[in-house]
């Protein structure tokens, strides 16, 4: 989850994750319990874009992008989900109904 709120320098992002890990709940046990905030370990600041440096070394990911607006091929989507997840970990949704001002705020 990205975020342009600073962290302060109080904040001890690895003991709220190892506290988190240790309580093996996982997300679904922190829905469970009526989290209404994304806890702030899951906060990332938004990276800084400068234009493409010209180098022999410079690598060209293509994360993978599931679109949710396909709404009528929902087994396509599932398919995509189940790809990006057992081959790259990680994937980007996009069209998924979340106004761009509700993700600033986390």
Same mark, same amino acid.
């Given at each position: 989850?990205?975020? !342009?709120? &600073?962290?302060? $320098?109080?904040?001890?992002?690895?003991?709220?994750?190892?506290?988190? /890990?240790?309580?093996?709940?996982? %997300?679904?046990?922190?829905?469970?319990?009526?989290?209404?905030?994304?806890?702030?370990?899951?906060?990332?600041?938004?990276?800084?874009? !400068?234009? &493409?440096?010209? $180098?022999?070394?410079?690598?060209?990911?293509?994360?993978?992008?599931? /679109?949710?607006?396909?709404?009528? %091929?929902?087994?396509?989507?599932?398919?995509?989900?189940?790809?990006?997840?057992?081959?790259?970990?990680?994937?980007?949704?996009?069209?998924?109904?979340?106004?761009?001002?509700?993700?600033?705020?986390?």
């Amino acid at each position: 989850m990205a975020s !342009n709120a &600073p962290i302060e $320098s109080n904040y001890d992002r690895e003991s709220e994750l190892k506290a988190f /890990d240790d309580s093996k709940s996982g %997300v679904k046990g922190l829905v469970d319990a009526g989290l209404t905030k994304i806890p702030r370990f899951f906060h990332h600041p938004r990276p800084i874009i !400068n234009e &493409p440096k010209s $180098s022999t070394l410079q690598t060209q990911l293509d994360i993978p992008i599931i /679109d949710l607006k396909e709404t009528n %091929v929902r087994a396509k989507i599932v398919e995509n989900v189940r790809y990006a997840a057992e081959n790259w970990g990680f994937f980007q949704i996009i069209n998924h109904g979340i106004l761009q001002r509700v993700l600033d705020h986390y």
